[in-house]
T-cell receptor
């Protein structure tokens, strides 16, 4: 069975500092994809970053980077230079068997 | 980027009525669309996978007769909550997969529909 685990229900970070959001996964499929989405209070799901299981390098998208450690089955999201607008719920997700499965989310609060 | 729309964005209805939610991919074709439900302060739970021209695949525990899904074209999927009850009140989000796999990320989400059943 596939599973996504986010152990941090909530986090605080100071503006302009970097923050790491944890995500671990479990799957027996050799091919899978890992995603991070941001969900602000409006509810929309905003795609942030994607990492394929066969990708050799860690994915980066602007201030977002994914620390992919395949042996540890972890896909942590790193947000550099946090901004007040980064305050939101963050979900890690994994695609396998034609489905996108989500973790429980981490609520990030950026403090001025 | 690719856009997925949902209509309505919110709906309030009386218990026992049926509610239809539309999900459209605006600038790409989607053979597969997904319907999720999210309760307050919880994660997204996949309800069903909608395939164009065929029957939807429902997740375990989701009532097929309660949540009717139709994917009549490559750009439209509808979710009908039949005989809605207060416990069906939730945030419903659709997602569409780009047929041609545009870019690395090929699954886009709609803005969601908030359903409140009184």
């Amino acid at each position: 069975a596939q599973k996504i685990t986010q152990t941090q229900p909530g986090m605080f970070v100071q503006e302009k500092e970097a923050v790491t959001l944890d995500c671990t996964y479990d799957t027996s499929d050799p091919s899978y994809g890992l995603f991070w989405y941001k969900q602000p209070s409006s509810g929309e799901m905003i795609f942030l970053i994607y990492q394929g299981s066969y990708d050799q390098q860690n994915a980066t998208e602007g201030r977002y980077s994914l620390n992919f450690q395949k042996a540890r089955k972890s896909a942590n999201l790193v947000i550099s230079a946090s901004q007040l607008g980064d305050s939101a719920m963050y979900f890690c997700a994994m695609r396998g068997a034609n489905k996108l499965i989500f973790g429980t989310g981490t609520l990030l609060a950026v403090q001025p | 980027g690719a856009v997925v729309s949902q209509h309505p964005s919110w709906v309030i209805c009386k218990s026992g009525t049926s509610v239809k939610i539309e999900c459209r991919s605006l600038d790409f074709q989607a053979t597969t669309m997904f319907w999720y439900r999210q309760f307050p302060k919880q994660s997204l739970m996949l309800m069903a996978t909608s395939n164009e021209g065929s029957k939807a695949t429902y997740e375990q525990g989701v009532e097929k007769d309660k949540f009717l899904i139709n994917h009549a074209s490559l750009t439209l999927s509808t979710l009908t909550v039949t005989s809605a009850h207060p416990e069906d009140s939730s945030f419903y989000i659709c997602s569409a997969r780009d047929l041609f796999g545009r870019g690395r990320e090929t699954q886009y989400f709609g803005p969601g529909t908030r359903l409140l059943v009184l």
